[in-house]
């Protein structure tokens, strides 16, 4: 029986071994087919690999123009998840993209997958094009792997961080110098979560005002208004115990400043309204996944539409109004749906990030559009592009706030991309999408 046993073991190794070849020979061919058409698809494109991977990226909302150049200087937040085999930071990268021009494809390096700004092509008039780079311009020191950062929108200069075992700091990077003294030195130490999270959000409308969830199942409000410069401690203001299980994000939403949305584990999307003494039980919720539900996402541009990514591979469209159902699934993801994003300037536009590899741009305003049979084949209608420069678990994407469709994204394999979709896919104006339109959709 033993020996059996043993025999069923080998099997099944060998069986991984085997998937695991096979899963890698699919990713290497459709990551080739992926290259060989980049530069038909990108206006700019840069790969970069870290020294570590990270799991968090955010644009900072400014960017530098230089009048007498071709191109704009910008910046990124990053972390480092290093598993314990080095020290951890929070970095600022520093990042030079070319002001946008109509790309020539003869610029695409193909040794080094990057368009936009390598001074390759045989025009001599394009010679002085500006070249795409990036470089590290700030470490600070973290204690432990960063889960995410996000900087406060009032002052970007300040930073928050959630990490291991509940840790959650606040970061003013104008106190740090750029290089690592090997010794963490945060500003304020939020404390109160008893184990790791990702869910982070400031407020957009009150300076300070910071909401977190976490693997403790709970959701955390703090006031950086409480904090005192003789202690480096502070505890929240709230303690929400509505969900059942691990809380996966939070985000404040952009419109309304009393109402704050959550996901979990619990399959559950709830609302909180801050202004409400309860803490154990949210305002409304909605329940439309088949799996956890990782991302959740408020429209900017309309008080009503949120959207909500899944465990189950789909991404819900939801009326705040009425939770009861969803007005509309997405369905393009492969795997589970980890991260999502709405346009900053294009109210029907919604990224999404995937453990699939994948970044998949949606145009709502395309919901129910008919298709012809070759058209269905590429995917519904208001799927509009997808990235599939990376080999492994998309960690996070941003937006530029600064220049229209570009987008940062970061993957588990240590490679950070910035790339811009190109104009001749995107340039085309979108619709302004409406709730009633979804209803009939």
């Not at 530069?39 to 530098?64: E, H, R, V």
């Not at 009326?319 to 999502?340: I, Y």
Request: one cysteine or more.
């Amino acid at each position: 029986m033993a020996g059996s046993d043993l025999e069923d073991d080998v099997s099944m190794d060998e069986q991984q071994q085997e998937d695991g070849t096979m899963d890698a020979k699919i990713i290497n061919e459709e990551y080739k087919t992926w290259k060989k058409n980049a530069p038909f698809l990108y206006d700019i494109m840069l790969s970069n690999a870290l020294d570590w991977p990270t799991l968090t990226t955010q644009w900072f909302p400014d960017a530098q123009r230089h009048p007498d150049k071709q191109f704009s200087t910008h910046r990124l937040l990053l972390g480092t998840h290093t598993s314990g085999e080095a020290h951890n930071y929070i970095q600022i990268a520093q990042v030079q993209l070319p002001n946008p021009v109509d790309p020539d494809i003869r610029d695409y390096d193909d040794e080094r997958g990057e368009i936009g700004g390598y001074t390759t092509s045989s025009d001599a008039s394009r010679n002085d094009a500006a070249e795409v780079k990036f470089s590290i311009i700030q470490r600070i020191d973290h204690p432990g792997e960063v889960n995410k950062a996000r900087y406060m929108p009032q002052n970007p200069n300040l930073i928050a961080s959630m990490g291991v075992e509940g840790k959650v700091l606040i970061w003013d990077k104008t106190k740090h110098t750029s290089i690592p003294t090997g010794t963490p030195n945060p500003q304020i130490d939020l404390q109160g979560h008893t184990d790791e999270g990702f869910g982070l959000s400031w407020s957009p409308h009150q300076e300070g005002h910071l909401a977190t969830g976490s693997t403790d199942h709970t959701v955390r409000l703090w006031d950086l208004s409480d904090y005192a410069k003789s202690k480096k401690v502070l505890h929240s203001t709230r303690t929400y115990t509505h969900h059942d299980e691990v809380v996966n994000d939070v985000q404040h939403h952009p419109i309304h400043k009393f109402i704050i949305g959550s996901v979990s584990d619990d399959l559950s999307m709830q609302i909180i309204d801050v202004r409400r003494d309860s803490t154990s039980e949210s305002a409304i919720s909605g329940h439309g996944h088949e799996d956890a539900v990782n991302a959740i996402a408020f429209n900017p541009a309309s008080e009503y539409i949120l959207a909500t990514g899944s465990a189950d591979k789909t991404i819900g469209i939801w009326d705040l109004r009425n939770l009861k159902q969803k007005l509309h699934a997405l369905e393009g993801h492969k795997d589970a749906v980890q991260s999502l994003a709405w346009h900053p300037f294009e109210e029907a536009v919604l990224g999404s990030g995937g453990y699939d590899r994948r970044i998949i741009f949606w145009d709502l305003s395309k919901v129910g559009e008919e298709q012809t049979p070759d058209d269905q084949e590429d995917g519904p209608p208001e799927l509009m592009f997808m990235h599939g420069g990376h080999t492994n678990h998309i960690s996070d994407f941003s937006w530029n706030l600064n220049d229209p469709w570009v987008t940062c994204s970061a993957a588990e394999d240590n490679l950070i991309q910035v790339w811009r979709v190109a104009n001749a896919l995107v340039g085309k104006d979108t619709e302004d999408i409406l709730v009633e339109d979804l209803e009939k959709a």
